[in-house]
């Protein structure tokens, strides 16, 4: 079993930054991770995600202000969060996605408030 564990979260004020981690419990460089996000009363989100090949890819509403990082000898992923704004409020999950396989992280809160 693969376990992902997520910190980084916190609360900043509005236009703050956070770095978000996602260490994985095994090697990445097989997984496509991703990061989502769920606020209260919605559906989860994709936020961003990077390939085991080494393409990112972003959720449009990101507009440039999140940078989605890996380090495969760390077996971590990273979110650069800056220019925070408060839609930006709420859980962020950790999933890692392999053949036949699918795993999330617990979920680290990020609440953007002045």
């Known amino acids: 079993q693969v376990q992902l564990a997520e910190s980084g979260g916190g609360l900043v004020q509005p236009g703050g930054s956070l770095r978000l981690s996602c260490v994985v419990s095994?090697?990445?460089?097989?997984?496509?991770i991703y990061w989502y996000r769920q606020a209260p009363g919605k559906q989860r989100e994709l936020v961003a995600g990077s390939t085991s090949s080494g393409t990112t890819n972003y959720a449009d509403f990101v507009e440039g202000r999140f940078t989605i990082s890996r380090d495969n000898a760390k077996n971590t992923v990273y979110l650069q969060m800056n220019s925070l704004k408060p839609e930006d409020t709420a859980v962020y999950f950790c999933?890692?996605?392999?053949?036949?396989?699918?795993?999330w992280g617990q979920g680290t809160q990020v609440t953007v408030s002045s």
């Open positions: 999933n890692a996605r392999g053949i036949l396989q699918n795993y």
């Open positions: 095994r090697s990445i460089s097989i997984y496509n």
